[in-house]
């Protein structure tokens, strides 16, 4: 591998690594503060890029879709937490894995029913639909690149929002002591609401985000729940700044894997996992706080 | 207790079922098995209609034998494979099963089909071994054998004076039977594999294969990707300004029920396959416009695949008066069959598998046009058949 | 932990009710309880972590799996391999999956446990999905089904599925049986001590790590156990029998019939398959009614089926609240 090739290998992982974080992230934050294993959180990415399959051509603006996909994702989040979730708080995981493993096949059915089986595309916005010339052969989408830029915004903000702002001092004292955080006046069950609407809303809007260039098809929401799962074990728990390490290592092993080692690449980033279990059972960033 | 009850009525419900004495004269019981839900629901149902539509045209029989369906929406999930199988060969007691699209289910029907003596007819999964080292007198094959479009575009490939080639597929059977067939021709005519990639199935990230594909430089790429994988490769392909630079071949599954997604990307894709749009046979116009007046939209290739499946039973039923008893009568008639089927007239192989032309077809519109013969008459070698 | 008068009378009943079957019923319906005595069997293993060791695993199928490839890949492809070097052959292979598998995942707790048991069964699934170790995706046949002779003479043929009928159900009660035994024991006792207390069986001085992954290590052998016949039943073994959804089924068994109560697991099995039986027959949505049947189950029947009856007793009032602390 030449340098230039190395190079913009680098960018294959690092990008794929960043939208995987974005999915993650919300994984990592229902659990870590709610102490909830989602298993549907995938079903949220595949919901989002069918709303931006649905939505565009409805609108013909894919920022239009974005926009109104969000609010959609953030009211279904608000609803099923009031419906489903809050109920869960309390019982043993076992419970949650059966619940929200109904509700795959759930969401996968309806999704079956309303939208159909078939494989869509979602056009790019003419906009941002050329390539970037990097070498004589290669070029790399613009879309792509954007798409990055966004996950690293989003990051960002969810970082200050976690770190600096009242409401996620809210989170992080929630996710401590429940029952303290209660007593002193806060609505906690307001704040765990807020944080699975936002869980939703992000890997919703990882799938809109993704769909022009991944294309939108049936179960694509498990293959991405597995990986995420990946993220959130080497991550640690609940800790965003984890799954954003975690999300780019993955990205890159996967990324090279496939280059170095063609014949081991659907094993690549399990045998990355067990390796980091063996040397840190708990994951990298053990509970060091969101 | 309430269970109990249930599972009670149940299998007593399937006792008096069972105990009906069966009405085997002149008529065919047959059991499709084919994915009416999940990925290739689509393709279920045209092999569905096609099959239907040609059953309709007979008045409801094949060869004198009115024909009774037994369905099961098989989910393409091979671990179900061998049971909805049996369901409806040991509960339903079907003459003949049909189906499917996934290679993985198919080899489960087969399994059953050998232990129990069923008739089988392959409308579309197209493992090599089926019609290969598997071959048997009960097993038909009406669509084709990952070898034969591979192979047909290896030697459009060569003819079309490109040496050196990258091949890059799923990592599965199917994918590395189809570069198989692809190296045989393209390396027989001269040409150099230059590197044979494989990524998991059905991972559809391909961005790391695309720079290496650019850093490798080929005269040409060869792929193999269906469905959903086939609609992001078009589009990323294009996207990673390769389109222009390096052309891009692939069986003709890259750009079949996927051309509305892949939009521009996929314009002017060359890719070989035994249908094709703008076909100039007058059994395909009276097709299409039987099926477009039956279901409201374009067939497709399944559809031809389902359709042929009913012609060929038909033929073969014809030859023993609907007596679906007369097992070695109605084998060897099928076997002998010529079948004037949409794509063209075919027979069958020994081995049962179609002999038929690839055509050479180019993406315009939304359309895969048919530009010319990659391959006439190809035949499956069979390797390995024993029959 | 000791089964009320009631329920063993039930399962008297069910066993042979059961025995009874093939007398009755075609050969399609044969096969169909077979399955499911095979799930059961699979679902008891699983029931020893879940219910009794307090681990939830959620990659399960892996054991299975394993055990399933182990048979047709040690067997001779042409010839009829012997079911008495076979079977332990494929329960070791599953064993010693779980043994190494275990040795990484019980390393990790409650959320964490079921994630990691989830990752690492989705390894196994792509060492049988992307190697030529097994047919890849489109897996492989067993073409001829073992032999089980004794004294030169073939007291069961497999070939038969009466024959094969009756060996699962006894091989189903045999491990209904051992397992009671066994939990009945010591160490059976140290295993509930740890799911209801980890932290007071640590201080008290044992060996948490070794109990659990000997539980481990055993559960894994049982579900290899199912695997085998399940491979033997089927002739056919594929890399989907591995899958995520697969793991997630026998949890569902497990927790639809209760977890902790062993028979509530086998129960569960029947009641699974049985209604994505049913349900497939009326609809192709299926799954649409099935989830919504779990999802209602986990909100207002958290004991599962098992707990049927005594919710109906308290119900009657004729039974006070039970004391949840200990295990059932």
New interface residues.
């Given amino acids: 591998m030449d340098l230039v090739s190395f190079l913009i290998q680098l960018l294959n992982g690092v990008q794929y690594g960043l939208l995987l974080f974005l999915v993650a992230s919300g994984l990592t934050l229902t659990f870590g503060i709610m102490g909830i294993i989602n298993l549907a959180h995938g079903s949220f990415y595949m919901m989002g890029a069918y709303m931006a399959f649905t939505l565009t051509s409805l609108t013909g603006s894919l920022a239009l879709a974005l926009l109104l996909g969000v609010f959609l994702s953030i009211a279904l989040g608000v609803a099923l937490e009031w419906a489903l979730f809050r109920h869960l708080y309390h019982r043993d995981h076992l419970e949650q894995v059966l619940l929200t493993y109904g509700l795959i096949l759930i969401f996968e059915e309806l999704r079956s029913i309303i939208v159909g089986n078939d494989v869509h595309g979602v056009p790019i916005p003419g906009l941002l639909d050329h390539s970037i010339p990097l070498t004589d052969t290669l070029s790399y989408p613009v879309y792509r690149l954007l798409m990055s830029a966004v996950c690293l915004l989003i990051a960002g903000a969810m970082y200050v929002l976690i770190q600096r702002s009242r409401l996620g001092m809210m989170i992080r004292a929630g996710a401590s002591n429940r029952e303290m955080v209660q007593s002193l006046g806060i609505n906690i069950g307001l704040v765990y609401r807020l944080v699975f609407a936002l869980g939703v809303a992000l890997a919703a809007f990882a799938g809109m985000l993704a769909a022009p260039v991944t294309s939108v098809f049936p179960n694509m929401g498990s293959q991405v729940l597995i990986i995420c799962f990946v993220v959130v074990v080497i991550g640690g728990i609940g800790s965003v700044w984890g799954a954003f390490v975690a999300a780019l290592l993955i990205g890159l092993a996967d990324t090279f894997g496939k280059v170095l080692f063609p014949d081991l690449a659907g094993i690549t980033i399990y045998l990355l996992m067990a390796a980091i279990l063996l040397w840190r059972p708990e994951g990298l960033t053990r509970r060091a706080g969101p | 207790m309430t ?2 009850a ?2 009670l009525a ?2 007593l419900g ?2 008096a079922l ?1 105990a009906t004495p069966a009405l085997a004269q002149n008529r065919l019981k047959v059991g499709l098995m084919l994915p ?7 393709l279920g149902d045209a092999i569905t209609n096609g099959f239907k539509l040609a059953v309709d045209e007979n008045g409801g029989q094949l060869g004198g034998a009115r024909v009774e369906y037994f369905t099961v ?1 098989d989910e393409s ?3 179900k ?3 909805n199988a ?2 409806l060969v ?2 339903d007691k079907v003459d003949v099963l049909v189906g499917t699209v996934h ?2 289910v198919a ?2 029907m087969y ?1 059953v089909a050998r ?1 129990t003596g069923a008739l089988l007819v392959i409308p579309n999964a197209g ?1 090599d071994e089926l019609t290969g080292p598997l071959c048997a007198p009960n097993v038909f094959r009406t669509s084709f054998s990952a070898w034969q479009p591979s192979y047909a575009t290896g030697k459009v490939v060569a003819d079309r004076g490109h040496r050196k080639v990258v091949t890059l597929t799923w ?4 994918g ?1 039977q189809s570069v198989r067939g692809f190296k045989e021709a393209f390396e027989n005519a001269g040409g150099e594999v230059l590197k044979e ?9 391909f ?6 594909i ?2 490798l ?1 080929p005269d040409a790429v060869y792929v193999f990707f269906a ?2 994988g086939a ?2 490769f078009v ?2 392909y294009a ?4 389109k222009d ?2 052309p891009l071949y692939g069986l003709g599954f890259l750009t079949e029920g ?1 051309l ?4 521009d990307a996929a314009q002017g894709l060359l890719t070989a396959l035994h249908y094709a749009d703008g076909l100039d046979i007058p059994k395909d116009r009276a097709f299409r416009a039987a099926y477009r007046k039956a279901y409201g939209e374009e067939p497709d290739v399944y559809a031809v695949q389902g359709y042929d499946a009913a012609q060929l039973l038909h033929a073969g039923l014809q030859a023993v008066g609907g007596d679906v008893s007369r097992r070695d009568a109605l084998v060897k008639a099928m076997e002998n069959a010529s079948i004037e089927s949409p794509r063209g007239t075919f027979t069958l192989s020994k081995a049962h598998n179609p002999i038929q032309d690839f055509y050479l077809r180019q993406v315009v519109g939304n359309q895969n046009k048919v530009i010319g013969v990659a391959a006439a008459k190809l035949a499956d070698p069979a390797r390995g058949c024993r029959m | 932990m000791r089964s009320t008068r009631p329920v063993r009378a039930f399962l008297v009943a069910a066993v042979t009710l059961l025995a009874l079957v093939p007398l009755v019923t075609s050969e399609f319906y044969h096969e169909l309880l077979t399955k499911i005595m095979i799930m059961a069997i699979f679902a008891m293993s699983l029931d020893l972590l879940v219910g009794f060791t307090g681990l939830v695993s959620f990659g399960h199928a892996a054991f299975f799996g394993v055990a399933a490839y182990a048979l047709i890949l040690v067997a001779p492809q042409y010839q009829a391999a012997s079911l008495w070097w076979t079977l332990p052959a494929a329960m070791l292979s599953a064993a010693l999956a779980a043994l190494v598998i275990g040795l990484f995942v019980l390393r990790t707790r409650g959320i964490y446990f079921i994630m990691v048991t989830l990752a690492f069964a989705q390894m196994v699934y792509f060492v049988f999905h992307d190697t030529p170790l097994g047919g890849g995706s489109d897996g492989v046949y067993l073409y001829f089904r073992p032999t089980v002779t004794f004294a030169g003479l073939e007291i069961i043929r497999l070939d038969d599925t009466s024959h094969f009928y009756y060996l699962v159900l006894v091989l189903m009660v045999t491990v209904y049986a051992l397992l009671r035994t066994l939990l009945r024991s010591p160490f059976g006792h140290a295993l509930m001590g740890i799911k209801a207390n980890v932290h007071r069986m640590r201080a008290l001085g044992f060996p948490v790590f070794r109990y659990q992954l000997a539980s481990f290590t055993l559960a894994g052998a049982l579900a290899g156990l199912a695997g085998y016949l399940s491979a033997c039943q089927y002739g056919f073994v594929n890399p989907e029998i591995v899958s995520w959804h697969e793991s997630g089924n026998v949890l569902l068994m497990v927790i639809l019939g209760g977890q902790g109560t062993l028979h509530g697991a086998a129960a569960g099995a029947f009641a699974f398959v049985l209604l994505q039986h049913l349900l497939a027959t009326v609809t192709e949505h299926w799954q649409l009614p099935l989830g919504a049947a779990i999802v209602l189950l986990v909100l207002f029947l958290p004991g599962g089926l098992a707990s049927i009856p005594q919710r109906f007793r308290r119900l009657l009032g004729t039974e006070s609240e039970p004391a949840d602390v200990e295990p059932r």
């Fill in positions: 269970r109990l249930l599972t149940y299998l399937a006792t069972a009416y839900t999940g990925t290739y629901a689509r929406d999930n091979p671990a494979g061998p049971e049996s369901l040991k509960r290679s993985g080899l489960a399994k232990d493992a990592k599965y059977s199917f590395e990639m494989y990524l998991p199935f059905p991972h559809v990230e961005q790391s294969y695309l720079t290496e650019a850093a430089k469905g959903g609609v992001k589009k990323d996207a990673a300004g390769l630079r390096i996927t509305d997604a892949q939009g």
